[in-house]
């Protein structure tokens, strides 16, 4: 018995739905304008409606760059520029594991990457406070 | 009972970073169907709001709401209650039992009278004097009216509590009815679903605390940013049903392919909800995505609008020019609003002003 007598195939034919490319489209339109005016902006991919295939499909036609980082914060953050520098895939996770937001960032580097005034007082409270226990 | 601290000081003191906090927003945008960007401004506002007072009272119900709101997984349970709200009293969930219980909740409508929250899940059965369901000695009825006195606002959770739901299905041997037939005199918004999804739950409280206010409701009471659209118009498979593709059993090709599955009874036409993009259990899926149509549990009396595998009675013709005229509907909401705020919020992005929440109110 081959694979062929198995009646169950694989739709292969979704891609052909056009919604990777729309949004490929959409990326290069919000790319251009990032080089033009240094507008960063996000899209929403979980409000997109994506059949598991064309999501791939998506992760495909973006394929990976060079750079990556993680955050380890209430669950892990995935980011990684794409194949096209300034967009950035972005994916926060929860605790458990779930994607909590899926989104695409043009920028430079993606927003949250950057360390916040409030935690970079913080740590300089702790830092003074070492110091002073060690006097 | 402690004062009521804010968010920023309540995870300041759990040692909670300021990037994990816009983390969080960042999930709380996706959630509320909010601009993306917008997670900064979420996070000036969330982060000053002082934690209000949650009553939930559960009625005629079968907990499978408060089943779906402990899976929620953006943000966990724990953050929701223990971060977002002062859950003061839930029976299924809190320690306290018996008349200390009771008494928390007694305790909470006093001290936070004309402010507290109250949820609401399962209907509220009238027929002779509300004797089929009572707590702690006291009909359905009777808790909800003095419940309701002194809330700020009503959140019915689920469709039972929002239309009646399935205790309201013929021949409705214990005169159900929703809160919204029984309450009158306060804001109420129907969060609707059998049950609801649980991301919807969490993100009116979140849009409750940011904006200070109940979303946009629809004709139904139910928050537009989560029921604005139907499941059809959502849903991954709609290509196939422009393209008059349909399976037509549970098994033929048609079904193996992914097609439509319309002719096998899915009410996604004519049922509003997010589940085709917000989806279930931790985004992994959704009824249709699992290859069966969908039953329509978010609309009013979908027990009792014939079976789950019938057609819906229109051809698809009319289908068809009914959802023509809902798109059309829908991109002149879409004209209005880029008239009104989104203008703003482009200005403000071209001249790369920060976001505020006032912007995503359109003030």
């Keep these: 018995m081959s694979l062929d007598d198995i009646s169950i195939k694989v739709a292969t034919d979704l891609n052909s739905i056009g919604s990777v490319d729309a949004l490929l489209n959409e990326i290069a339109t919000r790319l251009a304008r990032f080089i033009d005016t240094d507008e960063t902006s996000m899209i929403d991919l979980k409000s997109l409606p994506f059949s598991p295939d064309e999501y791939e499909g998506l992760r495909t036609a973006l394929g990976r760059g060079e750079a990556s980082a993680r955050l380890e914060t209430i669950g892990d953050s995935e980011l990684y520029e794409t194949h096209y520098p300034g967009v950035w895939w972005v994916t926060h996770y929860n605790v458990e594991g779930d994607v909590i937001a899926d989104l695409i960032e043009i920028a430079a580097v993606p927003a949250i990457l950057h360390s916040q005034p409030e935690d970079v007082r913080d740590g300089l409270e702790r830092l003074q406070h070492t110091l002073s226990q060690n006097k | 009972m402690k004062e009521h601290e804010t968010l920023e000081q309540r995870l300041h003191e759990q040692g909670v970073s300021r990037r994990s906090f816009l983390k969080f927003c960042a999930a709380m945008a996706t959630m509320m169907a909010l601009p993306p960007g917008s997670a900064t401004a979420i996070a000036a506002v969330l982060a000053k709001v002082k934690r209000p007072s949650v009553i939930w009272l559960s009625f005629q119900e079968c907990t499978g709401c408060t089943e779906s709101l402990t899976r929620s997984h953006s943000p966990t ?159 991954y498979r709609r290509p196939f049903y422009d393209q008059g593709k349909f399976a037509k059993t549970f098994d033929d090709e048609g079904a193996r392919n992914g097609w439509c599955l319309y002719e096998l009874g899915c009410k996604g036409p004519t049922t509003h909800n997010a589940c085709a993009t917000t989806k279930w259990n931790g985004g992994a899926g959704f009824p249709i995505e699992a290859g069966h149509g969908c039953l329509g549990c978010s609309e009013p009396k979908f027990w009792d609008v014939g079976s789950f595998y019938t057609p819906l009675p229109a051809p698809a013709a009319d289908v068809t020019a009914f959802a023509q005229a809902a798109a059309l509907a829908g991109a002149a909401a879409a004209v209005v609003l880029s008239t009104a705020d989104r203008a703003k919020q482009r200005r403000a992005q071209r001249t790369r002003q920060k976001l505020t929440v006032s912007d995503l109110k359109g003030e």
């Design chain 2, 77 to 235: 349970l724990e953050s929701l209650i223990f971060d977002m709200v002062s859950l003061d009293y839930h029976h299924t969930l809190q320690a306290a039992s018996g008349h200390a219980a009771e008494q928390a909740r007694e305790d909470a409508m006093k001290e936070f009278h004309g402010q507290y929250l109250l949820l609401v899940d399962g209907s509220i059965p009238l027929k002779d004097g509300g004797v089929y369901s009572t707590i702690a000695g006291r009909t359905n009825l009777d808790m909800l009216q003095e419940a309701a006195e002194g809330a700020a606002a009503i959140v019915a959770v689920g469709s039972c509590a929002a239309f009646g739901g399935l205790p309201n299905a013929q021949p409705n041997p214990t005169g159900a009815v929703a809160v919204s037939d029984i309450i009158k005199d306060k804001p109420i918004i129907n969060i609707s679903g059998c049950p609801p999804i649980p991301a919807v739950i969490t993100g009116v409280l979140a849009h409750y605390l940011t904006f200070g206010a109940l979303p946009a409701l629809d004709d139904q009471g139910r928050p537009k940013a989560f029921y604005g659209e139907t499941i059809h118009d959502r849903c």
